[in-house]
């Protein structure tokens, strides 16, 4: 019905009333991705950190991609990059996460004003991901940062 306090309240007795069973579980992903979708970072974070210590395989690897990029958002390099390093040495050939954390890592760069450091994620994201898809998004960067400093020469 797209009530978020109606929906997060649901929610939240589920996980209260039944804190061990595999519904639970569902809930929780499901008032994390509540959060995310309506760029409620700060409180998307916290279910999904807490989601850490339960999930397994994909789920797993999704909950930690999507703490990830909640650092990105709430703008916390540091941990963002950390998270990020750790996420690429159990994953290390991914393909599907990995370009939203250097498109992210841009977006912060180019917010803070470090172009050259906006430049190179952008870059190596057009450039590790070129014949895919994720690999435009290094290009939309690009062209992000070159309207911002009203640079209309093609690099």
């Known amino acids: 019905m797209n009530i978020l306090d109606v929906a997060l309240g649901y929610f939240s007795e589920i996980i209260a009333s039944f804190p061990e069973d595999s519904l639970a579980d569902k809930a929780q992903v499901r008032c994390a991705d509540l ?12 279910f999904y950190r807490a989601m850490m210590k339960t999930v397994r395989g994909d789920a797993l690897k999704t909950t930690m991609g999507k703490e990830i990029l909640c650092l ?7 941990k963002a990059t ?4 750790e996420f690429l040495k159990l994953y290390p050939n991914d393909a599907d996460w990995e370009p939203q954390f250097l498109y992210e ?10 172009f050259k450091l906006a430049e190179d994620a ?3 994201l057009q450039k590790k991901y070129q014949d895919k898809p994720q690999g435009a998004r290094g290009d939309l960067g ?12 093609r690099h």
Not at 35 to 46: G, S
């Open 35 to 46: 959060f995310f979708e309506r760029d409620l970072f700060d409180r998307a974070v916290v």
């Open 72 to 78: 990105y958002k709430l703008l916390d390099i540091d």
């Open 82 to 85: 950390n998270r990020k390093n």
């Open 105 to 114: 890592e841009g977006l912060y760069y180019l917010g803070v004003k470090d």
């Open 122 to 124: 952008f870059r190596n």
């Open 142 to 153: 690009l062209a992000r940062m070159y309207v911002i400093l009203n640079n209309s020469k």
